[in-house]
């Protein structure tokens, strides 16, 4: 399959359609070409804008705290069967809020490309994962975010986070990556997006099929950074689903308020429902990607 931009300027986002239907892709269909040469270009402007950034982020809220993610480079194709492969390298989240959510960004996507041909060579790019929830009963989940998160306050998301470098044992000590550790990083970003539905939502990881990659969204709200779509399986009925969730004792509870379920079939007009408005821009992304699917 080509991989095509599709752009919706109205609602802030971009896709790419991975699979050729809702059954999506395994860990098998998709390769991982690390690097860290694939990191982002950064000179000393870039690294004041970051520093100013993250302490004034820090300020107005003390909760967030700063980490190493996987920086999307590039999407490619690979081999015969044009299989997708992700080269990624290095970046953290203090980078990605002083570049993607920075007001610099504009600025650092024009300089980009008009001295590399690449307008997000200045931007951190930390890779995201999401995923629609598919319960019992045919619902999808969605999260109303809470107020203190960085981005998307108060909006509609699906379950949703980062792989996670240090899950990736050895990577961060050990300069020189082999097949073994691109296969690992493979492993870490289907293996991630279970992680946050069981942390988010508090399912239990039993209920869960393995992930299935549908597309990826580029968010123009946050200087076209992108996530990877996943749809995920449940064995559990939504009203059980809203049971567990109620309890809050799950790790990142306080991440959302909320916890509502719309029905699958209404995905096909999502457009025209009462809770589209209400969606954060990359789930837009990511139900344009399941309304192609559904309709070919």
């Not at 950064?42 to 003390?62: A, G, L, Y």
Request: charged share 25%; net charge negative.
């Amino acid at each position: 399959m080509a991989l095509q931009h599709v752009h919706d300027v109205a609602n802030k986002f971009t896709y790419q359609i991975l699979s050729h239907d809702t059954n999506g892709l395994g860990f098998d269909d998709v390769e991982v070409d690390f690097s860290t040469k694939y990191n982002m270009k950064v000179d000393q402007t870039i690294s004041d804008v970051i520093e100013r950034t993250w302490t004034e982020r820090r300020r107005q809220n003390p909760r967030i705290f700063d980490g190493l993610k996987f920086r999307v480079h590039q999407l490619d194709q690979r081999g015969r069967h044009r299989r997708p492969l992700f080269r990624l390298g290095l970046t953290s989240y203090r980078e990605y809020l002083g570049t993607n959510c920075s007001d610099q960004a504009p600025e650092l996507r024009a300089r980009g490309q008009r001295e590399h041909g690449n307008p997000q060579i200045y931007l951190s790019d930390p890779l995201g994962v999401g995923a629609f929830v598919l319960t019992d009963d045919n619902k999808f989940i969605l999260l109303e975010r809470s107020h203190w998160c960085s981005e998307a306050q108060g909006l509609l998301d699906g379950p949703g986070g980062h792989a996670e470098p240090h899950m990736v044992s050895g990577l961060l000590e050990n300069p020189e990556v082999d097949r073994s550790t691109c296969d690992a990083i493979r492993s870490e970003i289907f293996q991630s997006i279970t992680r946050e539905i069981v942390d988010e939502v508090n399912i239990p990881k039993c209920f869960l099929s393995e992930p299935r990659l549908l597309g990826i969204v580029f968010n123009h709200t946050t200087a076209w950074r992108c996530s990877l779509q996943f749809i995920v399986k449940c064995q559990l009925k939504s009203d059980e689903i809203l049971k567990r969730f109620k309890v809050q004792d799950h790790p990142e509870a306080d991440e959302s308020t909320n916890c509502i379920f719309v029905d699958e079939s209404s995905v096909i007009d999502a457009t025209s429902s009462d809770w589209w408005d209400q969606l954060a821009p990359a789930s837009k992304g990511a139900y344009a990607i399941y309304q192609q699917l559904t309709t070919k």
